[in-house]
């Protein structure tokens, strides 16, 4: 098992490259790049951009006039749309404070350089760097993924296991209807029923609206910390326990009704076996492993991309919410560094998830497959 986990590991290293290089190619021809955001604020076509860049950058509204004023002899043309009219050597200064100075494959190789000591560098927007950035919304993430995945596995495996025990019954048809329509309904949709409802949109005002903690959070006890924290995680983790729940469900009663039709199950009944000791005892085992095989994603799914529209619908500033609104402002140090973080976080949850394969059933031996 040593051998595998150490080429697992060093398996770990082109492929974030990879994904890196792949990227960073991409973002090179995106348009709408941070020196176009400065152009676009201005120039006066760049909407929220100005508060975006002053918040963090500086503020270039007197440098755009300079800029303006030294070119109006002149002008000349620019490679950036929108920046006819503006000072070459105002451009020049933008393009060197967000480091496009340089060419693509030294900038791309710095990157690798700096990422490989987890130094992912300032926000081009906001006066903060990437790492304190990243770990000012971490509460948030770790909560709805943390909780979220022990809800929904807590819950959807003994039921899973119960449906497919009782197959067939009157429990089973009506659990599956109720299933069956929580997967269909829209997490972000449920959560802005569950506001109108009980958060003081037009009947309860039960549970608070906006954020993870009251602004008097820190002057409460121990125990109302504890309260006041899961009263505001109650809304957001029930949207998104609703999918994930009915999905680990079904998954659940179906591998076990895969071996519970088994000939080693018929044996272990003939032998004189008791049902609880034949379902946990034999099938359990086997049963979990397409479970635990669909960990990995549930966990990195809830714990950053799954999140975005519950973040954004509670006002839960999170990991999830802060690669989106990066990305649309291009912010690209910390679009790289939440990519790289994803990334590098996926692939150690799933060879954590491989090494859980053989807690579980030591009969599989990974080291006798080829990776």
């Avoid at 009506?174 to 009980?198: E, H, K, N, Q, R």
């Avoid at 680990?248 to 076990?256: G, P, Q, V």
Wanted: zero cysteines; aromatic letters at 12%; glycine letters at 10%.
């Amino acid at each position: 098992m040593g051998a595998y986990i150490l080429r697992r590991l060093l398996l770990i290293v082109p492929t974030i490259l990879g994904i890196m290089l792949l990227s960073f190619t991409v973002i090179q021809f995106a348009p709408g790049g941070p020196v176009e955001q400065v152009i676009a604020q201005i120039t006066g076509q760049g909407g929220n951009a100005t508060d975006r860049i002053t918040g963090g950058g500086g503020d270039f509204s007197n440098a755009g006039d300079s800029a303006q004023t030294n070119a109006s002899a002149g002008g000349g043309s620019s490679k950036y749309r929108g920046a006819q009219g503006l000072d070459p050597e105002f451009i020049e200064k933008l393009e060197k404070q967000f480091g496009f100075d340089k060419p693509a494959h030294e900038r791309f190789f710095k990157l690798v350089s700096d990422y490989a000591r987890f130094d992912f560098g300032e926000s081009y927007f906001r006066s903060i760097s990437v790492l304190d950035l990243i770990i000012e919304k971490l509460p948030v993430s770790i909560s709805l993924g943390l909780w979220i995945t022990l809800i929904s596995y807590g819950i959807s495996i003994p039921l899973g296991i119960r449906k497919a025990v009782s197959d067939g019954s009157k429990f089973d048809v009506w659990t599956s209807g109720i299933i069956t329509i929580a997967y269909a309904v829209p997490g972000f949709l449920f959560a802005i029923l569950l506001i109108i409802l009980f958060a003081g949109g037009s009947f309860w005002d039960l549970f608070p609206l906006r954020g993870l903690v009251s602004e008097n959070w820190n002057e409460l006890s121990l125990f109302g910390k504890i309260v006041d924290y899961f009263w505001h995680m109650t809304l957001p983790l029930i949207a998104l326990t609703l999918s994930a729940f009915a999905t680990t469900t079904l998954l659940t009663k179906n591998s076990f009704l895969d071996e519970i039709k088994k000939q080693y199950v018929v044996t272990a009944r003939a032998k004189g076996l008791s049902e609880r000791k034949v379902l946990y005892g034999h099938v359990f085992r086997n049963a979990m492993l397409i479970v635990i095989a669909g960990f990995p994603g549930a966990f990195i799914s809830a714990f950053f991309t799954g999140s975005l529209l519950i973040e954004q619908i509670f006002s839960l500033d999170g990991l999830g919410l802060l690669a989106f609104t990066s990305t649309v402002n291009r912010d690209y140090p910390v679009v790289f560094a939440t990519l790289y973080i994803f990334s590098l976080m996926g692939l150690l949850v799933s060879l954590l998830s491989d090494i859980t394969y053989t807690l579980i059933d030591p009969r599989i031996d990974f080291e006798r497959r080829d990776v």
